[in-house]
């Protein structure tokens, strides 16, 4: 049994605001050891339940965050940028028999710590064939295409809610309660761990592949809080102004529409100028 996780830090244990999850602050440096004992956590709790191996793919920002030397010597780790299927790269092999998305969060424009879809602030709200749409419901709908299950998904109280509605079978351990974008009520990272732990070795019963799954064509559409990132984003073949804020393409299958939506917000990202967006 092989086991993908895709770790984002923004849902990890003790993530509260900005500071803690951008590379380079104190803040981030003393998060990181809280994200990688989530990460490790996990690792532990598939091999308890049976898993031969655990491949981590790093999935936050720069994805050079977690600390390789803290995770256990059974694991490996995907680090870097620049991946075909970036926060779930390592799926498309067909030797993956289950993911598990580590500290996860809701999407632009919800409620939640954090919340955000790729950019942190310049989306404000992806829609999915018209369903509100988060980087979990996104990801869910590339790695079915794959015939791999979402098992476990970690985060704040409001992601292992929005997970309900795209992977309603996996266990969900909430780190910690939403308060406002900026504020949890947070469990310490012993709870934390001992909690996942626990999950993911009950969600290892939950890995089994089925039968790929195609479900296009997908319709995805992406509301910016500026104008011209929206203008910018067209240079994307397929990508179209549908209202002044807000861009829609659509693609056959999720692997295509992913890419494309990674494309878009990489073009976005480069027009956004100082503080002025």
Not at 158 to 181: F, I, M, N, T
Request: proline share 3%; with cysteine; aromatic share 6%.
């Amino acid at each position: 049994m092989k086991i993908l996780i895709s770790a984002d830090m923004e849902g990890a244990t003790g993530v509260t605001w900005p500071a803690d999850v951008l590379p380079g602050t104190p803040q981030w440096e003393r998060c990181r050891s809280m994200f990688t004992s989530d990460v490790n956590a996990a690792v532990l709790g598939f091999l308890d339940g049976g898993a031969d191996e655990v491949l981590v793919n790093e999935a936050h920002w720069t994805m050079r965050n977690l600390l390789l030397e803290q995770l256990d010597e059974r694991t490996q780790m995907l680090t870097g940028r620049h991946k075909a299927l970036s926060m779930v790269e390592g799926v498309q092999h067909g030797d993956v028999d289950g993911i598990a998305f580590i500290g996860y969060h809701a999407g632009a424009g919800m409620e939640g710590v954090l919340a955000h879809t790729y950019l942190a602030n310049q989306i404000t709200g992806v829609w999915l064939n018209d369903a509100r749409a988060s980087e979990g419901l996104l990801n869910a709908h590339v790695v079915a295409e794959y015939g791999v299950p979402v098992v476990l998904v970690t985060g704040d109280d409001v992601a292992c809610e929005d997970a309900l509605g795209y992977a309603p079978e996996a266990l969900k351990v909430a780190v910690k309660d939403h308060v406002s974008r900026y504020a949890a009520v947070c469990r310490t990272p012993a709870r934390t761990a001992s909690d996942i732990r626990a999950a993911a070795k009950e969600a290892a019963a939950l890995a089994v592949r089925y039968e790929p799954v195609s479900g296009g064509p997908f319709t995805v559409a992406v509301e910016f809080d500026a104008e011209h990132l929206a203008a910018a984003s067209t240079v994307v073949p397929g990508v179209a102004r549908i209202a002044e804020r807000k861009v829609a393409y659509t693609h056959d299958t999720m692997f295509e529409a992913i890419r494309t939506f990674k494309a878009v917000t990489t073009i976005a990202s480069a027009a956004v100028e100082e503080q002025y967006g």
